[in-house]
């Protein structure tokens, strides 16, 4: 069975930084590009970051672009978000994707809150 | 980059009737466009992807159709379960940008 846990959620002060995992089991990280999507309170989904099933291409949406970092490590099955210089903007539950047999997501973790605030 | 519309933003309908929802890519996409249904409170879920393949397990009443700039999901039965908001996905190349969303209610 697929799974996927994000853990690493809270609240951090804007500047701070903050590092999003997302624990998976039930396929081989290594196999699919996964993805992370957010969603701030009350709005829509966003697309934040992606990372090629190899780890050699990422991408990042214009809004986090040189403050995240999207990064796995096949060998613990877990992906990672770092974000740095946070923003109240940043406020949003994030939930780790994993692609389905194209670059669609077919599987999302529960997400976790991010609450940026002093 | 390539931009996704939805219409309406929100609609209300009658317990059976035939609800469409309308995506719209500013360029061509092929058929590289997701649904996914996100239930109040809920983790989205993926309905549709190819613009017309529905995922396993997802009640045939869900359909879609498109291809290039124009794509529809249509519910042909509404039932009282289907109140989520609606989101259309392109997937062919970054940024996979989502819709803004469709609300769905019961009337």
């Known amino acids: 069975e697929v799974q996927l846990v994000e853990s690493g959620g809270g609240l951090v002060q804007p500047g701070g930084s903050l590092r999003l995992s997302c624990s998976v089991s039930?396929?081989?990280?290594?196999?699919?590009?996964m993805h992370w999507v957010r969603q701030a309170p009350g709005k829509g989904l966003e697309y934040v970051s992606a990372?090629?099933?190899?780890?050699?291409?990422?991408y990042y949406a214009d809004s986090v672009k040189g403050r995240f970092t999207i990064s796995k490590d096949s060998s613990k099955n877990t992906l990672y978000l770092q974000m740095s210089s946070l923003r109240a903007e940043d406020t949003a539950v994030y939930y780790c994707?994993?692609?389905?047999?194209?670059?669609?997501?077919?599987?999302w973790g529960r997400g976790t809150l991010v609450t940026v605030s002093s | 980059d390539i931009q996704m519309t939805q219409s309406p933003s929100s609609l209300s309908a009658s317990v059976g009737d035939r609800v469409t929802i309308t995506c719209r890519a500013s360029?061509?996409?092929?058929?590289?466009l997701a649904w996914y249904q996100q239930k109040p409170g809920k983790v989205p879920k993926l309905l549709i992807y190819?613009?017309?393949t529905l995922q396993s397990g997802v009640p045939s009443r869900f359909s879609g159709s498109g291809s290039g700039t124009d794509f529809t999901l249509t519910i042909s039965s509404l039932q009282p379960e289907d109140v989520a908001t609606y989101y259309c996905?392109?997937?062919?190349?970054?940024?996979?940008?989502f819709g803004q969303g469709t609300k769905v209610e019961i009337k």
């Open positions: 994707g994993k692609s389905g047999s194209n670059h669609f997501i077919d599987y």
């Open positions: 039930g396929f081989t990280l290594s196999s699919y590009t």
């Open positions: 990372i090629s099933s190899n780890g050699d291409s990422t």
């Open positions: 360029q061509g996409i092929s058929n590289y």
């Open positions: 190819a613009a017309s």
């Open positions: 996905q392109k997937y062919n190349t970054a940024p996979r940008t």
